[in-house]
């Protein structure tokens, strides 16, 4: 996650809150007025965010001081403090709920995504996120997948080439997929990876006469079709399964020997981690 592009995030985020100006604070704080506020954890967690939100208190005010007592990725539990704030009262009050939006929302991402990440322990597997995220949120979602000890898939559209169900319907098949792909890299002179979803065993077959991918993804697989799928590729390629796995099943899947499991839950489906931004008067 680059500065630049965390700043864009950052400050059309500033722009959408505080609009006009913030009208409750400027009515009844003082300009000239400083303050305290602490961060507190009111749930047991990982912390994910503290590396933005300084970065949102240095670009909305140079003059905010942010002093952290834990780092991204650590155990965090109730009553815990993360960290002190000191500065302009208007400046606390301003950034206050974006803050409290982003570090809940990255703590409760990666505090799934370890939950996660333990159940594979002693597999080979690793556990990838999806591009099921919040627009504009994606780099500070999957920066907090990182976190939590998940791997990042591809970032969008741009990074890879991967060929799902629709691509292979409107292409007019697996085979036509495949070398059209192939043919598109070639004449755009691009080096990308090749992905390829399969929805059976028979479509993993053609795969396999085919070649021309670097990764198989086994959508919809159960682990039984999976470790048949796996012993079939006999690592000719990566594999991947995906496709409504989830905390219950996800071992499962890790067992059959796949490389990775992608878990779409971990960015749409969660939890933000309960924070709270006191004032110390």
């Given at each position: 996650?680059?500065?630049?592009?965390?700043?864009?995030?950052?400050?059309?985020?500033?722009?959408?809150?505080?609009?006009?100006?913030?009208?409750s604070?400027?009515?009844?704080?003082?300009?000239?007025?400083?303050?305290?506020?602490?961060?507190?954890?009111?749930?047991?967690?990982i912390?994910?965010?503290l590396?933005?939100?300084?970065?949102?208190?240095?670009?909305?005010?140079?003059?905010?001081?942010?002093?952290?007592?834990?780092?991204?990725?650590?155990?965090?539990?109730?009553?815990?403090?993360?960290?002190?704030?000191?500065?302009?009262?208007?400046?606390?009050?301003?950034?206050?709920?974006l803050?409290?939006?982003?570090?809940?929302?990255?703590?409760?991402?990666?505090?799934?995504?370890?939950?996660?990440?333990?159940?594979?322990?002693?597999?080979?597997?690793?556990?990838?996120?999806?591009?099921?995220?919040?627009?504009?949120?994606?780099?500070?979602?999957?920066?907090?997948?990182?976190?939590?000890?998940?791997?990042?898939?591809?970032?969008?559209?741009?990074?890879?080439?991967?060929?799902?169900?629709?691509?292979?319907?409107?292409?007019?098949?697996?085979?036509?997929?495949?070398?059209?792909?192939?043919?598109?890299?070639?004449?755009?002179?691009?080096?990308?990876?090749?992905?390829?979803?399969?929805?059976?065993?028979?479509e993993?077959?053609?795969?396999?006469?085919?070649?021309?991918?670097?990764?198989?993804?086994?959508?919809?697989?159960?682990?039984?079709?999976t470790?048949?799928?796996?012993?079939?590729?006999?690592?000719?390629?990566?594999?991947?399964?995906?496709?409504?796995?989830?905390?219950?099943?996800?071992?499962?899947?890790?067992?059959?020997?796949?490389?990775?499991?992608?878990?779409?839950?971990?960015?749409?489906?969660?939890?933000?981690?309960?924070?709270?931004?006191?004032a110390?008067?």
């Open positions: 996650m680059t500065v630049n592009n965390l700043d864009k995030i950052l400050l059309d985020a500033l722009d959408e809150d505080i609009g006009e100006g913030d009208h604070s400027l009515a009844v704080i003082s300009p000239d007025a400083s303050g305290e506020a602490v961060l507190i954890a009111k749930q047991t967690g912390i994910a965010g590396r933005v939100i300084k970065r949102l208190f240095e670009l909305f005010d140079s003059n905010l001081k942010a002093d952290f007592l834990f780092e991204d990725g650590d155990l965090i539990m109730p009553g815990d403090e993360i960290m002190h704030l000191r500065g302009s009262s208007l400046s606390i009050l301003q950034t206050e709920r803050a409290l939006n982003i570090i809940q929302r990255m703590s409760g991402i990666a505090t799934q995504t370890l939950g996660y990440v333990e159940k594979l322990k002693g597999t080979r597997a690793k556990v990838l996120d999806t591009r099921k995220t919040t627009p504009n949120m994606r780099l500070l979602e999957k920066e907090a997948v990182r976190i939590g000890g998940g791997d990042n898939h591809r970032m969008g559209l741009y990074d890879m080439i991967m060929l799902k169900d629709n691509h292979i319907d409107f292409a007019g098949g697996i085979e036509s997929a495949i070398v059209q792909a192939g043919n598109y890299l070639r004449d755009k002179g691009k080096d990308l990876q090749v992905e390829i979803e399969v929805r059976s065993i028979n993993l077959k053609e795969v396999l006469v085919i070649g021309g991918v670097n990764r198989i993804m086994l959508d919809n697989f159960t682990p039984k079709e470790r048949l799928a796996i012993s079939m590729i006999d690592g000719q390629y990566e594999t991947e399964s995906s496709g409504g796995i989830s905390l219950d099943t996800i071992r499962d899947y890790a067992l059959t020997g796949v490389d990775f499991i992608s878990v779409g839950a971990l960015t749409h489906q969660i939890f933000s981690l309960d924070l709270s931004l006191q110390k008067i």
